[in-house]
């Protein structure tokens, strides 16, 4: 069955730097969803999205945004790296209605030099 | 603010040694609760979805159980690949798409 697609898989980028994460959820879910999980930590939300637009917003920094795109995939463009930023990153998708399950992806990891 | 605590933090068993894992929690209205195993630099892999108290849900040597406060995953008979972290979600009755409001885990080590 088709997961939930990241790219890329491993980012390494220095302070003060830009990066764009990339998330194709599952054919046919109309929920997108960010969570941010550092070290030994719980995956923490960000932002979602429930057909293209923002649905609710967690503890996503000003320096982050996210948008989901008309053929449902989403990017997390994050500016002004900081060394704190590094962690993994998922893509969880769903069908919101439908159990409300999320599916999550095999995360991007970013690490901030 | 929704939280959600998870105990014990870890946990080494015996294959074949049963247990239970406990999620307590608070939450604004319930829509679901959610266990998910999470292998080390992977994403959580959905395991069962729990809506109501007194529901009960079962996937091979896994049980997840609901009530008002807390949920259960028992765990019986395991073996050795059943070890991982196990989360405990929830996510409140606020709007379409709403967050995942997770636990710290338990860390689970099945040895032979």
């Known amino acids: 069955a088709a997961g939930v697609i990241q790219s890329p898989r491993h980012l390494i980028k220095e302070k003060r730097e830009t990066a764009t994460l990339k998330c194709y959820p599952i054919?046919?879910?109309?929920?997108v969803y960010w969570y941010q999980q550092g070290p030994g930590q719980d995956p923490q939300f960000l932002i979602s999205?429930?057909?293209?637009?923002?649905?609710d917003k967690g503890s996503i920094p000003d320096r982050f945004s996210a948008q989901q795109f008309s053929d449902y995939h989403s990017e997390l463009n994050m500016s002004s790296l900081e060394l704190g930023d590094s962690a993994l990153y998922f893509c969880a998708s769903g069908l919101a209605g439908a159990g409300n399950e999320q599916f999550f992806g095999p995360g991007t990891r970013l690490t901030v030099l | 603010e929704d939280q959600v605590t998870q105990s014990p933090e870890a946990l080494r068993l015996q294959e074949g040694e049963s247990s239970s894992l406990n999620c307590s929690y608070t939450v604004s209205g319930l829509r679901g609760l959610f266990w998910y195993r999470q292998d080390p630099g992977k994403g959580p892999e959905f395991l069962f979805t729990?809506?109501?108290a007194g529901e009960e849900k079962e996937k091979e040597r896994l049980k997840a159980t609901l009530t008002k406060k807390e949920s259960f995953l028992h765990i019986t008979a395991p073996k050795p690949e059943d070890s991982a972290t196990y989360l405990c979600a929830v996510q409140a009755i606020t709007g379409t798409a709403s967050k995942l409001t997770f636990g710290t885990g338990t860390r689970l080590q099945v040895t032979l």
């Open positions: 999205f429930y057909e293209k637009m923002q649905s």
């Open positions: 054919p046919r879910h109309d929920t």
């Open positions: 729990l809506y109501s």
